[in-house]
C-alpha cells in the first residue's frame, strides 16, 4: 500500500503540476489532500480545475472554509483573491471537502490538529519561528485522536514525529505550494521550509510496517514568484522564490 500525501497547494498550479508529474512515477495506490487548495495571489481557479478532475479525498483547510463561509469584506487578501477568481463548479467542488477524514483504522487526515483546522499539530509557536513540539503538547493537540497515524497540514513544514508514549505517528508532508509565510497568530511568527522546493509525503506498508518518504521537487518557482508581484504580493514572491519570508532578493 503506497499514499501520497500532498497539503497546502495555495493556488500554485505550477507547484502541483510538478507534483502531478512525480505521482505519475510514484504510481501510489491512494492520493489524499490535506486541504488550503486554492488561496493565494497565483492560479486559484486553474488549480481548482485540476482538483475537481482528480477527485482525490480532501479535507478542508482553514483558508477553503474561509473561502467557502465568510463575505468577502471579511478575507484577507490571499482569501479574496482566490474567491473573487473561482467558477461555480470550483465552489461547488470545494463545498465537498470535509473538516477531517478518516480513512481506515490506522489513518486520520486533518488540516490542523483534530478538532480545530486552524491550530497547529506538528510546530508550536512561542517566539518569531515555529519549533518542534514537545510529548505534552502533541497529545494535548491531539485531542484524544487515537489513530496509529495522523497526517495534518497546516503548518507548510514537513515534519515526521513518533509519539513516545502511544507511539503513535503524526506526519506532516509540508506544502506543495508555498513554502514560507508569515502568520500573526498566536502572535507574530514565521514559517520557512528553508527552500523553495514543492513539497509532499509518501507512505508505503508492505510488510505490516509503515515508510517515510519527504519529496522535494523543483519546479518553475521564479515564474510563481513573478506572478505572485504582479498580483501585488511581495512577501508571497519572496517566500516562493527562496523558502525564506526574509528579505532577501
Ligand atoms: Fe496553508
Redesign the pocket.
Known amino acids: 500500500m503506497k499514499i501520497a500525501v500532498i497539503?497546502?497547494i495555495?493556488g500554485n498550479v505550477l507547484a502541483l503540476e510538478a507534483v502531478i508529474a512525480d505521482l505519475k512515477a510514484e504510481a501510489p495506490d491512494l492520493i489524499v489532500n490535506l486541504?488550503?487548495c486554492v488561496?493565494g495571489p497565483l492560479w486559484p481557479e486553474e488549480t481548482a480545475a485540476i482538483l475537481r478532475e482528480a477527485g482525490w479525498p480532501t479535507v478542508r483547510?482553514?483558508?477553503d472554509r474561509f473561502v467557502l463561509e465568510d463575505p468577502l469584506e471579511k478575507l484577507g487578501p490571499t482569501d479574496v483573491f482566490a474567491a473573487e477568481r473561482l467558477s461555480q463548479a470550483s465552489i461547488d467542488w470545494l463545498q465537498t471537502t470535509q473538516p477531517t477524514i478518516r480513512l481506515d483504522d490506522n489513518i486520520f487526515l486533518c488540516?490542523g490538529t483534530p478538532d480545530n483546522d486552524d491550530r497547529y499539530l506538528s510546530e508550536k509557536v512561542e517566539g518569531p519561528k515555529g519549533h518542534l513540539p514537545d510529548e505534552d503538547t502533541l497529545l494535548h493537540e491531539l485531542k484524544g485522536e487515537k489513530s496509529p497515524i495522523v497526517c495534518c497540514?497546516?503548518?507548510?513544514i514537513p515534519r515526521l514525529i513518533q509519539l513516545q508514549e502511544t507511539g503513535q505517528i503524526v506526519l506532516n508532508p509540508g506544502?506543495v505550494g508555498?513554502p514560507s509565510?508569515e502568520d500573526d497568530h498566536p502572535l507574530r511568527h514565521v514559517m520557512e521550509a528553508g527552500s523553495p522546493h514543492a513539497r509532499y509525503a509518501l507512505m508505503t506498508n508492505n510488510s505490516g510496517a509503515w515508510n517515510f518518504q519527504q519529496k522535494m521537487l523543483s519546479y518553475d518557482w521564479d515564474a510563481a514568484s513573478r506572478a505572485a508581484l504582479e498580483n501585488g504580493r511581495p512577501g508571497w514572491a519572496r517566500a516562493l522564490k527562496h523558502g525564506f519570508y526574509g528579505p532577501l532578493s
Open positions: 497539503s497546502d495555495h486541504g488550503d488561496s483547510g482553514n483558508h488540516h497540514g497546516h503548518t507548510h506544502s508555498l509565510y
